[in-house]
């Protein structure tokens, strides 16, 4: 059998999707995903199973048992709390549910040794969930350039990301550069005690993070490589990471 990679769903409480679309109904609550991740899942060769937001999270833990791995979606801003901090003006809007909900599944993930992906958001889960910090908005924190390309193309690269060779994702990529898209205002700050980081974008911004002495595959990417599958070096990223998983 295909390895089963649990897949993070977005939660929208405020049926934010449903009305800009046209085809919502006032007071329905969502949970919806970007076709991409499944496409990429299963290309790579795996069965990608939607996870829902659930009242009581601890009820998915015998699905969760059953996974061979675990991909954490993109979506809204995580909320500062989680990281001991304050939201400034520039956070973008929180779904604390979905933090709740995304938090829980990645936790379970790393303590029972399951093959763990994160990707924009997903990178950002992994870091608060182990401790780590996140900057609410690059540019007015950080003082970084722009990382939220949100007018080009979803597939479309805007900047280059330096690999450490020392590195899992350099072993993926074969290269010690990768050219990305980016969706992202907010990124890794302190990335704890328990990651390291394995790569950076030209103006510093933490783009990837590991595991340190990781005994299964736990990678966290801060740009959407499920957006540009159809190129063979990001769909090596889900290639590796279903390999993984169908070796647990």
């Known amino acids: 059998m295909k390895p089963v990679i ?3 769903c977005n ?3 405020q049926d934010g999707l449903g009305l800009q679309s046209g085809v919502g109904i006032a007071g329905q609550d969502w949970l919806y995903l970007a076709g991409d991740y499944v496409y990429a899942v299963e290309k790579a060769g795996g069965i990608p199973v939607l996870l829902p937001r659930l009242k009581a999270m601890q009820e998915l833990d015998p699905l969760l048992a059953k ?3 675990v991909l954490v979606t993109g979506g809204h801003d995580v909320d500062p709390k989680n990281y001991g901090t304050r939201m400034i003006g520039q956070c973008g ?3 604390p549910e979905r933090d709740k909900m995304d938090l829980y599944i990645t936790r379970y993930a790393l303590a029972n040794k399951k093959p763990f992906l994160g990707i924009c958001r997903g990178i950002q889960i992994l870091t608060t969930a182990l401790g780590g910090t996140l900057y609410q908005d690059l540019e007015s924190e950080g003082g970084y350039l722009k990382h939220f390309m ?3 193309p979803r597939e479309y690269s805007v900047h280059k990301n330096l690999v450490e060779k020392d590195s899992l994702l350099y072993t993926i990529l074969c290269n010690d550069s990768v050219e990305v898209n980016s969706y992202h205002h907010q990124a890794v700050k302190n990335p704890g005690t328990k990651l390291k980081v394995t790569a950076r974008s030209e103006d510093g911004v933490i783009e990837a993070v590991e595991l340190k002495d990781a005994e299964v595959f736990t990678l966290g990417v801060q740009w959407h ?3 540009m599958f159809t190129t063979q070096e990001q769909q090596n990223i889900f290639k590796a990471f279903v390999t993984a998983a ?3």
């Open 6 to 8: 649990g897949v993070t």
């Open 11 to 13: 939660y929208d409480p």
């Open 67 to 69: 996974l061979d791995g």
């Open 93 to 95: 809007r929180i779904i």
């Open 150 to 152: 949100g007018n080009s």
């Open 225 to 227: 490589p499920e957006m």
């Open 246 to 248: 169908a070796n647990q």
